[in-house]
């Protein structure tokens, strides 16, 4: 028997070449785990009504970890029209499969390193090394709104919210309402993932990104149980800023920052500038981690238009892989893939057409796995 069970979910489009990427470097470094196939995607809604079929999540309940391509999604009509004929006008709602995956087995980190490798073209600056990390279960994505606004909701902000008035007079179909709902654990236990991870990497400082000068409930609450995570880590440097001003900051002085941790919507916004300083979408890599199981991917989706091209880079997908390995506690064969990744990058003889070279997909995880 294996070692490790890993559930290989690829999805659509670019999602299946850049993985297969993947699992050329996984071969080569000789893991010793059993991967197993799950569906997941469009043609799976298309199909059977559901792009996260039940056989897959059950899969997802008996693996150590899993790694996923991308999905390609479409708004809910877009998406009703393509469904097979025998399962319209059943109700059926598309929903995000990996939305799904982080709320149903409590996903609660997406964990996202942002790290210049030397000799990438598309580094912003050299030497950026950020790691944020973003709350996954909460906050505006937590699935609480209102499109119109039922009547109850609307009486009762009517009589809590005064100063608000003005709108919940309004016909409920003129506003919708979508809630930032944040609790203390999810802060707190977010904020300190972020200061064990600072602990056990080295990393010299953490800092808390919010928006509590404006949002006073919640992310006042976020950043008052960041503090006092933080108060436990005397070792770490903290502090903390503005969502807003951090993108300027950021900017001009990346040097300047290091751990990020930061509520749902904040994070996925800072984590995009981030991995756009270091590379973009070809070296945006993505961890959801929670406490039994954890699912790695590239940030970016399906790209339709390159689909079956096999010319997109699987940067990003070879270095989630590495933090699978991590996460399993392969440290050492995590660090021989960044190695070779870095030397891949490095050397600027193997890339593809997004770092201005004309490699294949697949050429670049051959230049990898040789450099093991
Ligand atoms: P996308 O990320 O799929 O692609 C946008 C563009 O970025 C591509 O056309 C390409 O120019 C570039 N790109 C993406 N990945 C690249 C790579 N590995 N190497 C080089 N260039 C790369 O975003 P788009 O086109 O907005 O969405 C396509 C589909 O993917 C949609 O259905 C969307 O809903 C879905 N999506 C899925 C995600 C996921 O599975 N986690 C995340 C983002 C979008
Ligand atoms: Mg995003």
Partial sequence: MSRYKIAWLPGDGIGVEVMEAARIVLDALQLDA??????????FWCKEGDAF?????????????????????????AAESELDSSLRGKGLVYR???VRMRQMFDLYICLRPCKAYAGNPLNFKEGIDIVVFRENTEDLYAGVEFNPVPVEL??????????FAPFARLPNEHYAISCKVNTMKGSERIARAAFEFA???????????????????????????????AREYPDIATDDANVDAI???????????????????????????????????????????????????????SAPKYAGLYKVNPIATILAAKMMLDWLGETEKGLRVEAATAAVIREGKVCTYDMGGSAKTLDVARAIAERL
């Avoid at 609307?154 to 100063?163: Q, Y």
């Avoid at 509590?212 to 008052?224: I, K, Q, S």
């Fill in 34 to 43: 059993e991967y197993i196939h799950g569906d997941i995607g469009w043609e």
């Fill in 53 to 77: 079929p039940a056989r897959t999540i059950d899969l997802l309940g008996k693996v150590n970890a899993a790694m996923f391509g991308a999905i390609t999604s479409k708004p809910v009509k």
């Fill in 96 to 98: 995000s499969p990996i």
């Fill in 154 to 163: 609307s009486e009762v902000l009517t009589r809590l919210s005064r100063p």
């Fill in 199 to 229: 602990r056990n990497h080295k990393r010299r400082k953490v800092t808390i990104v919010h928006k509590a000068n404006v949002v006073r409930a919640t992310d006042g609450m976020f950043l008052e149980e960041a503090k006092r995570v």
């Fill in 247 to 301: 993108c300027m900051w950021l900017l001009k002085n990346p040097a300047n920052y290091d751990v990020l941790v930061a509520p749902n919507l904040y994070g996925d916004i800072i984590s995009d500038l981030a991995a756009q300083m270091v590379g973009g979408l070809g070296f945006g890599c993505s961890g959801n981690i929670g406490t039994s199981l954890a699912v790695f991917e590239p940030s970016h989706g």
